[in-house]
């Protein structure tokens, strides 16, 4: 059974720029969330997505958007990106993502985005 | 709202020595809670979860963690380290889910070195 699918791995961008990162979870999966890695704030929770509605959203401006598609794969863009988006982007998912028996989430690689 | 604290940024301890991270939580509501740990360039693993079934909870690699209500911790210990136990751990907590990714929140995570 493969995995969380996060592409591409790296990534380098220039200021003002915009990005796309892109997640397949696992098959079956219907629950993807987003989290953001940086050695100063850590593992910081942006969105989660289900059945192709942001069902959830953590404290970032809105250049930071996402969606979900029918296939429940995941993307996510940033849009004029500063230095500060330099960071390592996770995707998680899960069959569920709520309740109590939900299952658990499982975390792809990771997309290391640099801006320059 | 819900918050983890992760005492010491960095633990080292001998190679077959206990080891035990240290993970104390904030949650206006009963918590779910979760030790992940991350080896280098990957993504996150999920070692145990707490979902209020037992306070002592047994995860992979021959961890385990307490949920202590009173002391509202959740440290995670392992009776004899093994060199392949070097990695980062997270604690995480989630007030709306019961092990899905939607909008959990981490702590700075806790870098554990195994001297040999």
């Known amino acids: 059974k493969a995995g969380v699918t996060q592409t591409p791995r790296y990534l380098i961008k220039t200021r003002g720029q915009q990005v796309t990162l892109s997640c397949s979870p696992i098959s079956g999966h219907r629950s993807v969330s987003w989290y953001q890695q940086t050695p100063g704030q850590g593992l910081q929770f942006l969105f989660e997505y289900f059945s192709e509605t942001q069902r959830n959203k953590g404290n970032f401006p809105g250049r930071f958007s996402g969606r979900q598609f029918s296939n429940s794969r995941s993307e996510m863009n940033v849009s004029t990106l500063e230095l500060g988006d330099s960071a390592l982007y996770l995707c998680?998912?899960?069959?569920?993502?709520?309740?109590?028996?939900?299952?658990?989430?499982?975390f792809g690689q990771g997309t290391r985005l640099t801006v320059v | 709202a819900q918050s983890v604290t992760q005492l010491g940024s960095h633990v080292s301890v001998s190679e077959g020595a206990l080891v035990l991270l240290r993970c104390n939580y904030s949650s206006s509501v009963p918590p779910y809670l979760f030790w992940y740990v991350q080896y280098p360039n990957q993504g996150l693993q999920l070692l145990l979860k707490?979902?209020?079934?037992?306070?002592l909870v047994k995860g992979i690699n021959g961890f385990e963690a307490e949920f202590k209500k009173s002391e509202t911790s959740f440290h995670l210990t392992k009776p004899s380290a093994h060199m392949s136990d070097a990695a980062e751990y997270f604690c995480?907590?989630?007030?709306?889910?019961?092990?899905?990714?939607?909008?959990?929140?981490f702590g700075k995570g806790t870098h554990l070195i195994i001297q040999p």
């Open positions: 998680a998912s899960s069959l569920e993502g709520r309740g109590r028996f939900s299952t658990e989430a499982f």
């Open positions: 995480a907590v989630s007030e709306g889910s019961g092990g899905g990714a939607d909008g959990l929140t």
């Open positions: 707490y979902t209020s079934a037992a306070t």
